[in-house]
Structures are given as structure tokens and as C-alpha cells.
């Protein structure tokens, strides 16, 4: 146990200062401040020593340099009960600080509203960090809090202990000040790399904010939590149970296929992570019956993504069936009032969520791999038909749908498609030749009368001419993939030989 | 473009030190150090003004404070064009520094070598990375070098510009400085979470070290690298090409599987980040030769990770394959002759990678997801025989087997196995019994002959009777699955019905 003599304060945020002021006051606390919460003490009338006067050293360079000094330092960093630093106090006429205060110059809130550099160097802070950091390490006999939602743990603390910490206690305000300047650090880092544009730094951080921790991981034996880079997630739940981290996943899994559509266009439906049905017709209502129908039986307990406002007649369909979660660009009233009446149904507002981060992270054993996201688009210009047959539009803005799908469909991914619509998926296999049986399978079970006029993609080459056939046979008509197999030549010669449009998309999209 | 007057150096690394110095002698830079780098500067007979006389203030707490002086961040922080500033300067007698050059007492490798909380907690710098974050601030006036394999691009700066430096040069040193303090107070926040048992702080940060840019991520429209939370991978390439994002990311797909088999036993092959076969039969030479003959369409090109010394013998087997990376917990001299023959074909050699770190990240829009990995083996004792068909002893490890090979296979999975190895893999589908179809054709297409014995593993419970019943007709007469579907009671007459094994897992695997 530590009584506390004498705080350090120092605040850029001075919300909820005056009832911690009179905590502070209750336990005769002496009060050294600077600058602007200094005045701010003052007003509200409590006792406060000036740190130039502290010090006997002015505040310079318009503020940028007030508290670095040994007097302060000294008082924070000395251990209580070494004699050498007792000493050294005394010589130099130095005193014990054993609580400070500080928060930081809002550098996180001023890139969020201004692209002005100047102002964002300026918001930098030196000085706070220090304090935090130099207490932080002295938490054996110094209390350290950095940020104003602490409060309430200090008065609380100061109360059930009569002015005096638990070493408990500073350990964990040690512990909460280290990630406050991590934190802040990895913030000013990541903007002068992308500042100075170095997308792979050679020491990189990545940082985030507690969301929630949830019920478990993947599985009841794992933990788990969603953190935000930003404050929150963007996405926002208005109804139903808790979101698991399989939700989560799924979610964004969703999100990732339905913030592709065109505007206002489209439904997605995933579960276990791969989408099960996809539809961009325009009409809203049917895009959902579209994916829908692509395989319904995998569609029960899955997850919606609908890259529009949810109308109430397309709630009423949902209600149709049993489902986890329905993401959408909003939902009108009379919808959520529908939906609403299943107890467990999630539902996820989306809109304000956007698809400006670029890069994705993923952790295995010690490594991190890091890459920029498969959202390119590509279109016609970028493509090739290399056999004698050659599309029609039609063909054409359906190979285009399909192959822009099976980027978000596990490698090795089959994506069956008419209509803007896919009508069989295949994903996840170590085969190109299973997948393709997969997607036809369920195509065949579940459209039976749409295969006529139906196009392939495959997220990457075909190795043999087996997988082609295998579509052909089943009555697919065109077939967008990359290229680069050695038997390339034999895969043109089999379209041509079976009058089906081949074409090559020169680029891949592997997703594991 | 800016000259370079004065110099501060304070160092824990004194690496490389002489080279640095001749080039701000010859530029007559005047050199202010403390502590122990004031006496090696004086050492290698060069001049340099001690900081506790430049600033008239002593080093105290046993060099807790030695920098933190207004003189010094003065004149670090002082713009040069302002006049404010200067006259701040002028009228306190405090001079402009130009170059920092300061690297950290040595917490990571403090952590790596001693458990002494104490020893750790003093490593812990607090000038250091002050000086370092104000110098980076203050970039367009000051350089700042914070890590001594910087020297080389200082002394070829200094060079190119006669003791200048650009503005291009100093902002790229500003973002090598914040990266530098955001990594340490990461390692040092995670130190404190560690130590406090707290997995899920408020505010999170990750760190990384580049080991190298990836020629393209997932597919080569993205850019791709990787990162060690360490300074290296603990893996090691010994031969052939350079490895791709995928290529890792399949490497790591491998090792969290056979780094789970029993010492010194077992081979996976994976192929697309599934396994496509998998055996922990005793004989080395025969357990690849099982997890082979598995599925050997789609070994093809794929990863094998042999949790054992790779001897010559089996490098001969190996070598009659194609493969694009062979993994093992080393190779035997001959052995690596023999495959090196092989230019492109990669070995990597992961026997000192070890499975201590327990927290996997992923990263979806702005959020990322952190969990516990999913390492606990569930065992005997943890499962419940709920047919009236008891297994064998037999059966039974082979469902332990089958069961912890599930949880490595991408939902929905089943693995049907017997003999240590599996026979069939149904991977990545949205439904089960579609896993249940793909891994009993796989079974009956590869391994015709085996399936009598044969038992089969669900990483999440059956929903209904089908999938088991595909399974039964197939051949198999043991199963392993979770339990919670509302049908389970129709699950065990059925089992019994058929004389079938089924046991529950009580405990699921999901992987996405």
C-alpha cells in the first residue's frame, strides 16, 4: 500500500477533472500542473502549483517543452526505497510525485478530421507519453492514469483504501499506460508509413480497440474478442442475441461479397465462411429468393448480406426461413418490427460501413502475413476469349459476375452462374476436378432447369482438360479462367471441339 | 536541405560506433553523450561534451534521468524558422540539436534471456524513446537515428549532401523512429498483459519484424509480406526457390498438424491449406507413403510436413512426386543431396519452431478477431459412448485420431480414417453431408479396399440422420461427433439400429 502525496496532472481531454479534483483534495493531495489544466484547476477553484514554477524553468517553445525536467522526472522515476535516489531527491531539492495524471494530445481524433500534416505533427505529444511511460515503470511506488474512463477506478481505490493504492492496482494502471502509448505510437507510426506510402515497414504494429470479448472463439474451448482499429466496428446491431466470433466472421465474410455489388444491388448468403447463393438482379426481393434458391439447404441457419435497405414484403420472406443474421445497408421500419419478432434473429445495420482498409492480417505460429485485399476489379478489357465461339453480352456480364464471385468462394473455387445469379457453387477443395463436380451437383439438385444457358468460372487455372469437360458435360456453354497451365493448348482445342466460349481471365483469385 | 551543427548520441546497442564518428568529425559536428557512450566516445578518442554538463544538471537515480532536461528538448523540439522558438532558445542559453542518434535499452532481448521481473522492468527506457519521438517530431529541423543498421544510410546522407541531409531523408528516419517506439511499447504492453493474465487488454497492439516482401500476396494483383513477432520465423528454408504467400501460408497449414502428432511420427500433405492426407502410423517411411496414397490427385503440387527427421530413403520416395515444399524436422545430409537435385523444390527445416505462442489474429474490414488457438486435445476421458456398440481399443484411437485431425480441416469437415490414417477428407462445404459425400468418394476412389474398419469424425454435430447414414451405407462402423442437434435421440437409435459406434465428442472443431 502507497499513499499518495503529490499528483502530476497534465490533460489534452479535462472531461470529469473537478470530481476527481476533490478526491485528490479529500486526501490533502498536493497538485503540480501545467498549461491549460492548470487554468483549468484554478477555475475550478482547487489548489495548484504551476510546473514552471515547480521547476523554476519556463515553459518554451509555445508549449512544446513544459515538463520535461528533472524535478518531475526525478520525482516520478525515484524508487522509494533505494537510499542512492532518496538522496539524490534531497540534494537537488527534488520531491516525490507518486500519482500522475496525463492524457495525450488528441492525435487519433485530429487525423480523423483534418488532412492538414502540420496540424497532425503538432498533435504529436512528447511530453504525456513520458510522464505515462516514466510512471508506468516506477508502479511500485507510483500510480499512473492515462486516460479520463480511469477515473472512477482511482476514486475508487483512493476511498476503500483512505488515500493509498494496492500495488494490484498500480500494476494494472501500468499495464493499461503501456497500451495507451502503444497504442498511440502504433497510430503515428502507421501514419508516417502511410504518409512516406511504405506499406511493409520494417517494424510494423498493428493496434486496436476492445469491441467486446465474446462468449467464446471458434469453439467453447478457445477465447476470443473483436477489437477495432478505429473505435468501433461501423457496423452496428439493432436486434437479437449476442454476435459469436463465428458471426463475426461470417458477417464480414458476407460483407466483404455484398460491399462489392453495385449500388444498392445484390444479396449474398454464407455460411461456414463460404457464400452458398449469390444474386446481383436488380430487383431486391428477388435477388434474395435468387441466391436463395441456389442451394437452400445450406442457406438454413446462414447469414444474409443484402446490399440495400431491407423493405418490409422482403422481410416477410426472410421470416420464411430460419436464419442466424440479416446484414443489410439498413432496414425500413415495418421490417424490423417483422423481424423483430424472432427473439434470437441478428440484425446488422451495415451502412456505414466502408471497404477503405486495404490490408488484411493473419497470424500463424509467430508470423504475420500481411497483404493488400483482392479488390480489383477486373472487366473486359482485361480479359481474353481465346476460342472460336465468342460470347454474347449476356454470356459475357455473366462470366464477368461469376469470376468476380469466385474470389470470395474458398480455393479451390467452381462458381456456376446465369442470370447475374449463381446456380452451383464449389469451394474448399484440394481438387479443381471436385469442385467442379461439386458445383454441378448442386446445381443439378437444386436449378435443374436453368443449366442451358449457364457460364463457369474458376478462381485459377485448369491443370487438365478433365474439369472443363466435366462443366461441358453438364451443359455449361462458357467459361471464364485463368490461365497458364502447360496443357493450355488442349484446353482451347476442347472448347472449340465442343463449341463452348473459353476465356481467359489472366489473373487468379486465390482465397484460403 | 539542412546542416547538421550538433549532435546528441546515447546508446544501449554501441555497435559500429568509430565509422559513425569519423563522418560527424569530418563534418565538425559537435557531439554532447552520456553515461556509457560519453565513455566509449572518449574511448575510441574522439570529441564529445558530457550531457550532465551541458545541461548543468547531474545524472541521477542511478542513471534513471540523465537526458530528460529542458536544455536538451529545446533544443530538439525548436522549430528553426519560428521566432518564438529562437528567442525561447537565446534567452535560456539552450542551443539547437540537430541529429539524435539513441537506441533502447535492450527490453526484447531482456525478456528473451531472463524471467527476472525486476532485471525486465529496468530495461524498460524512458529517455530513449523520448529523445527518438521528439527528434521524429521535430523531422523537418532534426534527424533522428534510432537503430544501428541506420548508420550506413546517415553516413551515405551526410556524404552525398557535404553534412546535409534532405527533408525526404528526415521524414523517412521520423516513421522509422515512431516504428520503432510503437514496437517497443508493444513488447512492452504485451510484457504487462502477460504478467497480469490479461488476454484481452482495452487497447491492443501487435508487433512485427519484416523478414521479407513477398513477390505478390495471394495472387499477384496484391502485394504481399511477411512478419516474425519475433526477429525471425524459426523456420528455415534450406533449398530452392524463394517461398510465396501461399506457399507460407500452406507451410503453417502443414506445421499446426504435424507439430500436433506425437514426437517424432507422422506426415500431412496439404494442398490449399487443407490436408489431403494425413497418417501417424509409427514407420516414417510409411506414414507418408499412407497420408499419399490418401488422395495422391491432390498431393500433387502440394506440401508435405513429416514431424520427423526426412532420412534418404524416404527422399527417394519423396522425390518421385511432385512437390512444391517439403517441411520437416530436418533433414539427413544424404537426404537433402538427393532432393536438392530438384531446383525449385523448397525444404524447410521447422524443428525450432515451437507451438508456445497461443494467440491467432485476423483481420476482416476494421476489425480483427483474436482468439486462443485451438490446441487442446481432447482424449478418452472426454468423450461419451452413447451407442450400445462399444469400440474396440482399436476403433477408439482411431477416432481420437480422426477427431484431431477434424479440427485442422475447413468447416464443414469429416475424416474417415482407420489404421492411424486417414482414408477420405470431405473439406469446406456449407453443408455436412456434402463433406460426408466428398470424403466417402475420395475413400472409395483411393483407398477401395480399407473401408470396412473404418471410422469417420465430424468436427460439429450432425443436424440430422443423413450424413451419418451416407456414412453407415459407406462402410463405416465407428463415428465421433459433438453432440446438440435436436435430432440426436434419432442419431442413436440409428446408430444402434445399424450396430453402428457413435460416440460424442461432448466438445466441436470448427476452423474457417
Redesign the interface.
Known sequence: MKKIKRALISLSNKDNLKKLLSILYKHKIEIISSGGTFKQIKKLKFKCIEISKYTG??E???G??KT???K???GI???RN?K??KN??LN?N?FEIDLVIVNFYPFEKTINITNSHSKI?EN?D?GG??MA??AA?NY?DVVVITNTNQYDNLINELNINKGKTTLKFR??M???A??????Y??L??NY??K??K??????????????E?LRY??????????????KN??IKQIHGKKLS??N???I??A??ISKSFPKNVGTVIV????P?GVSIIKNQLNSYLEALSC?P??AYG?IVSCNFKISKKLAMELSKNFLEVIVANGFKKDAIKLLAKKKNLRLIDSQN?N?K?T????????????????R?KFKKNNFKIVSKRKPNSEQLNNLIFAFNICRHV???AIVIANNQSTLG?G?????R??SCK?AIEKMKKFKPNHFENSVAASDAFFPFVDGIEKLVQAGISAIIQPYGSIRDKEIIKFANQTNTVLVFSK??????
Chains 1, 2 share one sequence.
Open positions: 524553468s519556463p518554451i517553445l509555445e512544446r517543452v520535461l525536467h528533472p518531475i522526472y526525478g522515476l525515484s524508487k533505494n542512492i535516489h539524490d531527491l537537488n527534488f505533427i504529436i512528447i507519453p513520458t511511460r516514466a515503470k511500485n500494476k494494472k501500468s499495464e493499461k503501456f497500451s495507451e502509448t502503444a497504442y505510437d502504433s503515428v507510426a508516417f508509413s504518409f512516406n511504405n506499406q511493409f515497414p520494417q517494424k510494423k504494429t498493428i493496434h486496436g480497440n476492445l469491441i470479448k472463439g471458434e469453439n467453447p474451448h478457445q477465447n476470443g474478442a473483436i477489437y477495432s482499429s478505429k466496428l461501423d466470433y463465428n463475426y466472421n461470417d464480414y465474410s460483407l466483404n455460411k461456414h465462411n463460404n452458398c442451394d439447404i445450406s446462414g460501413l471497404i482498409n490490408t488484411s492480417y493473419i497470424s500463424n505460429f509467430n508470423s504475420i502475413l500481411v497483404q493488400s485485399l483482392d480489383t474458398k480455393s479451390n457453387i469451394s474448399g477443395q484440394t481438387s476436378l471436385d461439386i489473373t487468379r483469385h486465390f482465397k484460403h
